[in-house]
């Protein structure tokens, strides 16, 4: 009884912050864009999520008479599905953990990466080229970030010595200074880890600017082609659901979970903190989405490949320095903090200097039949 309590209110928690989000983020992209946004639907449009959900619940569903019909509907049930998995491993507050788990990190993402079957499972079982194109396209996307991502919170293991994320978040506790919280946000290899993460995460996530698979303007709706009404809508919930458990776990690894910010703060409740922090990287998200342009295939693939996954492996070598120098007296922790700033971020200021150098424009050539 306590466990279907327990998911039932995570259903329902997280189900009522992807109808707010929906809300606000269109609110927030019609202010940076210049044009008011939801407002006809209840005061400031506050009910224009209600209205949507209607409007799907109640659209007809057409599904192609030549597509594979078993999984065509099971592709939009398996990406709910694992998407609200990975919040079993979440620790909301100070006794707020669905599942403690002593593997929950590899739990979670375990799970978060099951997504790229569905997603090629909604491509292949259209049986309609547009379709195909785009989850072939997806999945050569999150395959580049997969690794990335994976490799960002390996420092975190290394330094915190569990994959528990409870274990993650008490190896945070504690100030230094008398006032600075111990996060590891405030390492080198943290906040390096914590950029490389937010970055593979927005690309896992298929948000702008790295929404190529459902770009309309070229491949339609990508593998959402040949969906509609609520079929239609899930796909949005989870993406919305792994963009909501993707910034809790960087809360976790990163921000020191439930944790306060300063020492005076310890009487307001611990899921109030977790959630400011969660809201605010959640608002990251969609103020990327209305400033960013959308990069292109081989943009995305270079920054990938060449870009962040040499950053993350040379992180993990920082995170290495700083585990081996935290018993080093005196002068040594300045070396410490210098060495791993140095490892992390001389082969960063390359990098970038490379990206900044003004590449040859692209010549085409046409040849007549």
């Known amino acids: 009884m306590r466990d279907l309590l327990i998911i039932a209110a995570l259903i329902g928690f997280f189900a009522g912050l992807f109808a707010v989000l929906t809300w606000a983020e269109r609110k927030l992209l019609g202010r940076v864009q210049n044009r008011p946004g939801p407002n006809r639907t209840g005061p400031f449009g506050v009910l224009q999520p209600v209205a949507d959900g209607i409007k799907m619940l109640t659209k007809e569903d057409i599904v192609p008479a030549h597509c594979d019909r078993t999984l065509h509907l099971l592709a939009p049930v398996v990406v709910v599905a694992l998407s609200i998995l990975t919040f079993a491993v979440i620790p909301f507050g100070r006794h707020w953990l669905p599942a403690d788990l002593d593997c929950g990190i590899l739990f979670f993402f375990a799970a978060g990466s099951g997504t790229e079957l569905a997603v090629f499972m909604a491509g292949w079982a259209s049986r309609n080229k547009y379709s195909l194109l785009a989850a072939m396209r997806a999945l050569a996307q999150l395959i580049s970030y997969e690794l990335p991502l994976l490799l960002s919170w390996v420092p975190v293991v290394i330094v915190s010595g569990s994959l528990s994320t409870q274990g993650v978040v008490l190896a945070q506790s504690g100030w230094a200074f008398g006032f600075l919280p111990r996060w590891n946000v405030f390492t080198p290899w943290g906040a390096a880890g914590l950029v490389l993460f937010l970055i593979a995460a927005v690309a896992e996530c298929n948000r702008s600017p790295f929404d190529l698979p459902e770009a309309e303007s070229e491949l339609i709706a990508g593998h959402l082609t040949e969906y509609s009404g609520f079929k239609y809508a899930l796909f949005f919930m ?41 809201l605010a990287l959640l608002f990251g998200f969609i103020w990327l989405r209305a400033t960013w342009p959308r990069l292109r295939l081989d943009q995305l693939t270079r920054l990938g490949w060449l870009g962040l996954l040499p950053l993350c492996l040379v992180n993990l070598a920082a995170a290495g320095i700083w585990r081996s120098g935290r018993d080093w007296p005196g002068a040594g922790q300045i070396g410490r903090w210098l060495g791993a700033a140095a490892c992390i971020g001389l082969p960063a200021a390359v990098l970038l200097l490379r990206a900044a150098v003004r590449r040859a424009p692209r010549t085409y050539a046409y040849r007549s039949a």
């Open 238 to 278: 989870a993406e919305y659901f792994g963009m909501s458990a993707l910034s809790a776990m960087a809360v976790t690894l990163f921000l020191g979970g439930w944790g306060p910010p300063l020492p005076g703060l310890g009487f307001v409740p611990t899921p109030l903190w977790f959630l400011a922090k969660l």
